[in-house]
């Protein structure tokens, strides 16, 4: 089952969407012993369905960039490597273009950074009004020291449109899953799906002179 982390305010935007539904059609106390499960269950799915045609289509973005490191195991890493997503990410209305963006830091490395052409990551951050380039992932490709004999990264990507079906599950199952008992993330400083221009303004001073 893949899972996705919705940011905080736009599970909330639509947890409260399906609240406002359900105000909309008030039920008394001795309506609602009538109701059997079927009908309860229906009407969730109606409202899961609703706020999905509010959105864009969605994508299952995968990808395989080479070149870069990757890691098999605790405390070994092997350079010159392809990676694939794993697991695939979910997209609003992305396009199939992406870029690969380096940036030289001393105490970082070298590093390469995928972004996708969409209108935003689903369960990160609201659609976009218009596509633009998100960062999906980070790569570290060598040291810095290393830098003139590193290779340059290359990239595939596929992108896939979900069924209404299936976008109307992964809305379904962000909205109705509890948080996490034990909250052991990977806590990033440089979080991913950030717009390019918000990212390269952070990182102008890592990004080298194409």
């Not at 399906?18 to 609602?32: E, K, M, N, R």
């Not at 997503?85 to 273009?97: C, D, H, R």
């Not at 896939?160 to 109705?176: G, M, N």
Request: charged fraction near 20%; include cysteine; charge should be positive.
């Amino acid at each position: 089952m893949m899972l996705f982390n919705f940011d905080k305010s736009l599970v909330f935007a639509l947890a409260l969407a399906l609240a406002i539904t359900s105000c909309q059609s008030p039920v008394g106390a001795d309506q609602s012993k009538e109701i059997s499960s079927k009908p309860a269950a229906d009407s969730y799915t109606q409202k899961v369905r609703n706020i999905a045609q509010k959105y864009p289509v969605l994508y299952r973005v995968e990808w395989t960039v080479c070149g870069v490191q990757k890691r098999v195991s605790i405390g070994r890493t092997l350079l010159n490597q392809c990676v694939e997503a794993t697991p695939a990410m979910l997209f609003w209305g992305a396009t199939g273009k992406y870029k690969l963006i380096p940036t030289h830091q001393y105490t970082g490395g070298i590093q390469s950074h995928l972004f996708v052409e969409s209108r935003g990551c689903f369960a990160v951050n609201e659609p976009t009004s218009a596509p633009q380039f998100f960062k999906a992932k980070t790569f570290i490709v060598g040291r810095y020291r290393n830098k003139e004999n590193l290779p340059i990264p290359t990239a595939q990507v596929k992108i896939t449109q979900l069924t209404d079906s299936e976008k109307e599950a992964a809305i379904s199952e962000q909205i109705s899953s509890p948080p996490p008992e034990n909250f052991f993330i990977d806590i990033s400083l440089d979080p991913d799906c950030q717009a390019e221009s918000q990212w390269r303004q952070k990182y102008s001073n890592a990004i080298p002179d194409s």
